[in-house]
Each structure stands twice: as structure tokens, then as C-alpha cells.
């Protein structure tokens, strides 16, 4: 269930999950997130043997992503902001994001994300190591699957993924997950010649900003959607990629 949620890798029919099989799917997303992780960590690594501009190559690896998980972390940004916009009740910014279509706030949102994402990569693709550290960003940002699903956080709608997930994840593997994290992204900064600080730090704030994304879903939406997990993912990238591009490492 996590690697067919998470990525474009075949799986074959998954059963209807259970509450138990939900559970586990959020807990090991990033596990899950591996075949993309090892797929953006080799386009640094030959985007860097290749001499590549850094840009061309933070711009190819960015694109991997999007390949890797179809786009879909992307559309459920475009489609959490467009309901942001819709406005008027919570049944009406629900409508909005169910119809798909992208909305001019949903369009602004995904350029300004993907043209940060390669930004910062471009100043993190150069570095010793720097392919491994692409590759960690990106495992870590699937922990934010455990806040998104954390006990407590309820379901916007009585069906679909939102409903199947919500609320899934104890609050206590919320906080080992946090912590092995951290521990993971402090190890890679370290060894890419940065601060291990910086992996602590960039995985602190991702989550601060998580949170803060899904305070607002709770308070327009009333609780998370599909879509909602797919921006959670998308922010946490963004805000560790953008921590870890800090020249003050």
C-alpha cells in the first residue's frame, strides 16, 4: 500500500487496507520512498560526473520526482491551495478540490514550489556527496505522512484515502519517526560537508512547516484529504531542500 500510494512503482491490486494495514503504509512511507530516492540520488551522481550544469541537474532530478510519483504529491498541492481559495464553506472548497482541474492559485503554488525545489538543489547538487543528500531530502520529506496522519488529525470527507488514513498513526511513532529523521539527515549533512546541524534543523522546520499546513487544512477542510498527504509531501520537501542550501552550513 505505501509503495503504490507513494510511487509509480507496480504493485499489483491492493486488497481494500484495513485500519492496521493503513497504519503500517503511513508509518514506513518513507521506506517506501526508497526506489525514488535512489532514482534522484544517481541523476546527481551522473548529472556531477557528466559536469552538468548544476542547474540542468537539479532541474532533471526535480523532474524525476515528479516522474517517479506521477505527478501526484504535485496535483494534491495544486488541488489543497485551490481549496483554499475557494472560499464561502468548507462543502464548497471540498467541490473545488475534488473536480482535478487547477485553478490559477493551484498554478502559482506549483511553479513557485518546483521553481524553489530547483533552486535550492542547484546549490545542493555541487557538494561532496551531494547526491546522497538529494536522496535523503526526499525520504525524509515522506515522514510527513506521519503528522498528515497522526491520531486525532481527523478525515474532510467519510470516503476515499483521506478517510482510510486519518488519524491512523500513534502519536508515539510520530515521535520515534521524528527522531530517526533527524538522526538520518544530521548523518548525511555531515558527510556532505555541512553542519550535521543543518539535517537536524532542515528536518525541524519541515515539520513546523507540515504542521502549519495542516492547521489551516483543519480549520478550512476539517480535517485531510488525499490531496492533503500530497502537499505535506511537497512542502517538507521544499522546506528541507531550502534549509540544506544554506551557505551558513
Not at 462543502?91 to 485553478?103: N, P, Q, Y
Not at 478517510?163 to 520515534?176: D, E, K, Y
Not at 530517526?180 to 512547516?209: E, N, R
Amino acid at each position: 500500500m505505501a509503495v503504490g500510494t507513494l510511487t509509480i512503482v507496480p504493485v499489483g491490486v491492493i486488497a481494500a487496507p484495513t485500519r492496521g494495514h493503513a497504519r503500517w503504509a503511513m508509518v514506513l512511507s518513507p521506506v517506501a520512498a526508497l526506489p525514488v530516492a535512489v532514482a534522484v540520488s544517481a541523476v546527481v551522481a551522473l548529472g556531477h560526473l557528466a559536469t552538468l550544469p548544476a542547474l540542468l541537474t537539479a532541474t532533471l532530478a526535480v523532474a524525476v520526482i515528479a516522474a517517479a510519483t506521477r505527478a501526484m504529491h504535485l496535483d494534491g498541492l495544486a488541488d489543497t491551495v485551490d481549496g483554499f481559495g475557494a472560499g464561502w464553506t468548507r462543502e464548497r472548497a471540498l467541490e473545488v478540490m475534488r473536480k482535478g482541474d487547477v485553478g490559477p492559485m493551484g498554478v502559482a503554488a506549483l511553479v513557485l514550489v518546483l521553481v524553489t525545489q530547483m533552486a535550492a538543489l542547484t546549490a545542493i547538487v555541487d557538494r561532496p556527496q551531494g547526491w546522497l543528500l538529494a536522496g535523503a531530502a526526499v525520504v525524509a520529506s515522506r515522514a510527513s505522512t506521519l503528522l498528515t496522519c497522526r491520531r486525532g488529525m481527523p478525515s474532510a470527507r467519510p470516503t476515499g484515502l483521506g478517510a482510510v488514513v486519518a488519524g491512523s498513526v500513534p502519536n508515539a511513532a510520530v515521535a520515534v519517526g521524528g527522531v530517526l529523521m533527524a538522526a538520518l539527515m544530521g548523518l548525511v549533512a555531515g558527510s556532505a560537508g555541512l553542519s550535521p546541524w543543518a539535517g537536524v534543523v532542515a528536518v525541524a522546520v519541515a515539520a513546523f512547516a507540515v504542521m502549519l499546513l495542516l492547521r489551516t487544512c483543519r480549520r478550512v477542510f476539517g480535517g485531510v484529504t488525499g490531496d492533503v498527504m500530497g502537499a505535506a509531501i511537497e512542502v517538507a520537501l521544499v522546506v528541507l531542500l531550502l534549509v540544506l542550501s544554506s551557505g551558513r552550513w
